[in-house]
T-cell receptor, first 115, second 114 residues
Framework: AQSVTQLDSQVPVFEEAPVELRCNYSSSVSVYLFWYVQYPNQGLQLLLKYLSGSTLVKGINGFEAEFNKSQTSFHLRKPSVHISDTAEYFC?????????????FGAGTILRVKS | DAGVIQSPRHEVTEMGQEVTLRCKPISGHDYLFWYRQTMMRGLELLIY????????DSGMPEDRFSAKMPNASFSTLKIQPSEPRDSAVYFC????????????FGPGTRLTVT
């Protein structure tokens, strides 16, 4: 069974600084990987996804993530954060060889951007 | 596209009462998911449907919880009787088998049981 570990529960960072949110997964088969963002009092929305091909994936709002198969990681990065990036970020994995479109979510990382 | 629609957005009820949460998935999507989010347990998958048929309900916490999907455009999650520990935000999400597993989430229903 797949699992997802988000290594940091909270990440404080100053505005305009770079940030990396870490995600590791375990799976016995090839996977699809996702990052979702949840702003306060809202549902989750997709930031980016890795399906196949280039290991560097670009998403919305200037975020990108790199798939590293050997390290089973999918870390999310942004070179310069804004106050508006303050939110909770979830990494998720799906078994693309399985049935059901089911996603397994990590516990989430709260990004706090300070001025 | 209106996205996934959930109602009500907020629900406050007393312990022991029946609660029904509603979801309208995105038109054309054939998967529907119900999640619960709490501070203590994070985001939990309760149940999901494919073509209106429940596929996996192993996340449903107890018999007090039930979910139905009578047609492709409507699903309900019912709690009877409700308890204070059911207080949470409940999300509905939908996806299409041809859309690489991406799930689209509704805005959620914040349930408070007093």
């Amino acid at each position: 069974a797949q699992s997802v570990t988000q290594l940091d529960s909270q990440v404080p960072v100053f505005e305009e600084a770079p940030v990396e949110l870490r995600c590791n997964y375990s799976s016995s088969v090839s996977v699809y990987l996702f990052w979702y963002v949840q702003y306060p009092n809202q549902g989750l929305q997709l930031l980016l996804k890795y399906l196949s091909g280039s290991t560097l994936v670009k998403g919305i709002n200037g975020f990108e993530a790199e798939f590293n198969k050997s390290q089973t990681s999918f870390h999310l990065r942004k070179p310069s954060v804004h106050i508006s990036d303050t939110a909770e970020y979830f990494c998720a994995v799906s078994d693309n060889g399985g049935y059901g479109n089911k996603l397994v979510f990590g516990a989430g990382t709260i990004l706090r951007v300070k001025s | 596209d209106a996205g996934v629609i959930q109602s009500p957005r907020h629900e406050v009820t007393e312990m022991g009462q029946e609660v029904t949460l509603r979801c309208k998935p995105i038109s054309g999507h054939d998967y529907l998911f119900w999640y619960r989010q709490t501070m203590m347990r994070g985001l939990e998958l309760l149940i999901y449907f494919n073509n209106n048929v429940p596929i996996d309900d192993s996340g449903m916490p107890e018999d007090r919880f039930s979910a139905k999907m009578p047609n492709a455009s409507f699903s309900t999650l019912k709690i009877q009787p409700s308890e204070p520990r059911d207080s949470a935000v409940y999300f509905c999400a939908s996806s299409s088998h041809g859309d690489s597993y991406e799930q689209y989430f509704g805005p959620g229903t914040r349930l408070t049981v007093t």
